[in-house]
């Protein structure tokens, strides 16, 4: 009977033992912004991306090509990566017909981005800006669908050569969910 006392002892630390055998984790006084939500609002070509953590909205990243012709913008995700402060995100267009839709099979074009939260930072293919809590960025993208401009603020709408009643169109849209400088 002892013997199967001490045996059942052995198995229980060695249980609980193995249980601790992964990567120990410690609590950190980590003060990195974790996207936990996104959503994207499509309007005049572009697409709106608001970065959300819980009910907070973090960032607002616009992209928009320069040049519209028949694009569409059609899609938009996005995710974590490995670690929980980087985000990448993406949008995408297709190519429309003349009378404004567009079939399954039509040509795509897409374009991505990572948020990093813990620096603070959004990559894009021609580099990494600084970004603040609850920034406005606008980012154009030129006819080989690469980044020609970042800039922040939403006056930097402006950048787009769009008739002038859409472009005030798509201030309003923008300062619905913007309330920054």
């Known amino acids: 009977m002892n013997r199967t006392l001490y045996i059942l002892a052995f198995l229980t630390i060695a249980q609980s033992l193995s249980a601790c055998s992964g990567q120990l984790t410690y609590?950190?006084?980590?003060?990195?912004?974790?996207?936990?939500?996104?959503?994207?609002?499509?309007?005049?070509?572009?697409?709106?991306?608001?970065?959300?953590?819980?009910?907070?909205n973090i960032l607002f990243v616009y992209v928009r090509p320069e040049v519209i012709d028949q694009w569409?913008?059609?899609?938009?995700g996005g995710g974590m990566e490995d670690k929980p402060w980087?985000?990448?995100?993406?949008?995408?267009?297709?190519?429309?017909?003349?009378?404004?839709?567009?079939?399954?099979d039509a040509p795509q074009k897409a374009f991505s981005f990572l948020f990093n939260g813990q620096d603070m930072t959004l990559t894009v293919d021609t580099g990494t800006y600084a970004v603040h809590r609850?920034?406005?960025?606008?980012i154009a993208l030129d006819s080989n669908w690469r980044t020609s401009a970042v800039k922040s603020g939403i006056e930097s709408l402006r950048i787009f050569n769009i008739p002038e009643d859409a472009g005030q169109h798509l201030l309003n849209e923008a300062r619905k969910y913007y309330t920054g400088q």
């Open 86 to 104: 980087l985000f990448k995100s993406a949008v995408s267009w297709t190519l429309g017909d003349e009378n404004g839709g567009y079939s399954n």
């Open 27 to 56: 609590p950190s006084n980590d003060k990195s912004t974790v996207v936990s939500a996104s959503h994207s609002i499509y309007i005049e070509g572009g697409v709106l991306k608001v970065l959300s953590a819980d009910t907070q």
């Open 72 to 76: 569409i913008a059609t899609g938009g």
């Open 134 to 138: 609850g920034g406005f960025i606008v």
